[in-house]
């Protein structure tokens, strides 16, 4: 504080600011001036909106003095209107429609008028959820016993920009709801989630040289900000290059097909109308299918994350759906395959089931639908190779399969002979027996480098396995004539010699 001179009988000169508002503020309160208070000011000149489309305002004005809608008189509706323009005026739609602006007031009989502004729809989304649980209440907005059975929500899944309007608008309503006594928790919501932003597809920029012959610079060499060269600063000129015209090299590194020493930029965008890169779901539904979609978006990557959009990869999640049909249907005929049979499986097949159930079960619960896939494409894996499929075994992963692809989930619960509607069914249960193996997998290395691997059963000890693996003829011709100088074991996974 610089200049202070005393003002108020106390001196502040030389202190920071925090460290002389304390101080000021207790001068004050001991000189009986003022007290603290904090003042809370919410900036929203959004929320009385002139237009149609929105909650009224509960509010009419008898002489120009506003007054509230006495309660026997709510819920104040929309007129009935064919057409919403807006007046001409500056005013709401609505100050045009005279036989609902001008009206009597219930408790005078004395001539009203309407406010004709709107609220802008969050009036009745602040505490929507309060209304799924009882929306047919006309008494309350919510039956008290059922508030305290359901409340408070366990999960919001929302936007980011969800963050500021409705859940910041959310707790104010909330709060102010706990205070009157219509809830009884102070919070809305338990857990927040906000999923990602899904950009456009990975756009690609080359750069020439602003010359006749237009040379190619590498990316790596253009100081993009001044469009020019690093190295002389000559001019360059952005170029925008297909998808086909790239390769990915194995640094990760985007270069021209044509000549992959020419690097290029690469970058994802936010989907907008003006940059004319918004994908439309009923395209890639056409192509592709709904279920195909569905799965791909919760493959891309974890939930929380940014993520580019790629038409491209949504052909993968089709190639896997088919794989699944196949699993239970013959492609020819449409008919149950001849390889679907009766009976529980084998403990092979069984193991596989409940390794995936347990995955499955575990990342669907914590949101991680992308490894939850991965699950189901190592199952679909495993089972495409088996000889016959058990009818169980097929279903049990069908009904997991659900959530993730219903339509082709549905269809194959019916062709394996499931009753009901799948999506009504319950989720498959975990037997943790059939997650022990009775066998290990023993990675040979020799002097390092891995040359075969063997089934070894589990409760095998370092003597079995390492005589199983001197006897293993992939490993004789790289030890035959030379001296084993040392035996590495390492429990339960490899075993490494070292020879010369």
């Known amino acids: 504080i610089v200049g202070w001179n005393g003002a108020a009988g ?37 929320f009385s909106r002139q237009r149609y489309w929105g909650e009224p305002f509960p509010v009419i004005f008898v002489d120009g003095v506003p007054r509230c809608v006495p309660d026997a008189a709510l819920p104040v509706e929309l007129p009935e209107v064919e057409s919403y323009q807006p007046s001409g005026t500056g005013d709401s739609p609505l100050a045009t429609v005279p036989e609902w602006v001008n009206t009597v007031d219930p408790e005078t009989g004395r001539p009203a008028v309407r406010e004709t502004n709107t609220m802008p729809q969050w009036a009745g989304s602040c505490w929507y959820y309060l209304r799924f649980v009882d929306p047919q209440n006309d008494l309350a907005p919510i039956d008290p016993e059922l508030e305290k059975y359901w409340l408070p929500v366990d999960l919001y899944v929302g936007g980011v920009e969800h963050a500021v309007l409705h859940l910041l608008y959310a707790r104010f309503w909330h709060k102010v709801l706990y205070d009157c006594g219509v809830v009884t928790t102070k919070e809305p919501f338990q857990r927040l989630v906000n999923q990602g932003i899904i950009l456009g597809e990975v756009e690609h920029t080359g750069f020439r040289l602003e010359s006749e012959d237009g040379e190619w610079i590498s990316a790596a060499d253009v100081d993009v900000s001044s469009q020019t060269r690093k190295s002389d600063g000559a001019s360059v000129v952005p170029v925008r290059v297909e998808l086909t015209a790239v390769e990915k090299t194995k640094g990760d590194v985007n270069v021209l097909v044509e000549n992959p020493a020419i690097a290029v930029s690469s970058r994802a965008h936010k989907m907008s109308k003006s940059r004319g890169n918004v994908v439309n779901p009923d395209s890639v539904i056409d192509e592709y299918g709904a279920d195909a ?18 038409t491209k990869a949504v ?45 499955i079960t575990e990342d669907t619960e914590g949101m991680r639908y992308n490894t939850a896939i991965a699950a189901m494409t190592e199952f679909v894996n495993a089972a495409t190779k088996w000889e016959t499929r058990p009818r169980a075994v097929l279903a049990e992963f069908v009904r997991m399969l659900s959530p993730y692809a219903p339509h082709l989930a549905e269809e194959l619960w019916e062709v394996l002979g499931g009753e009901g509607v799948l999506a009504e069914g319950s989720w498959p249960q975990l037997d943790e027996r059939f997650l022990v193996d009775d066998q290990k997998t023993i990675v040979i290395q020799v002097n390092g480098k891995v040359r075969h691997k063997v089934l070894v059963d589990a409760a095998a000890e370092k003597d079995v396995i390492m005589s199983m693996v001197m006897e293993e003829d992939v490993i004789r011709k790289f030890i035959d004539g030379k001296t084993i100088r040392k035996q590495i074991y390492v429990p339960d996974k490899l075993v490494n010699l070292v020879v010369s």
């Open 315 to 359: 052909s993968g999640m089709a190639r896997l759906l088919s794989r699944t049909y196949r699993l239970a249907v013959d492609p020819a005929s449409g008919e149950l395959s001849s390889a679907v049979v009766d009976g529980e499986g084998s403990k092979e097949q069984l193991r596989a089931l409940h390794v995936a159930i347990k995955k």
């Open 10 to 46: 106390i001196d502040l000169d030389g202190m920071p600011m925090g460290d002389a508002r304390a101080k000021l503020l207790d001068h004050l309160e001991a000189e009986g001036l003022a007290e603290r208070r904090v003042n809370y000011k919410l900036r929203d000149w959004l």
């Open 293 to 310: 979609l569905r799965l791909y978006l919760m493959f891309m990557g974890p939930l929380e994350q940014v993520k580019p959009w790629s």
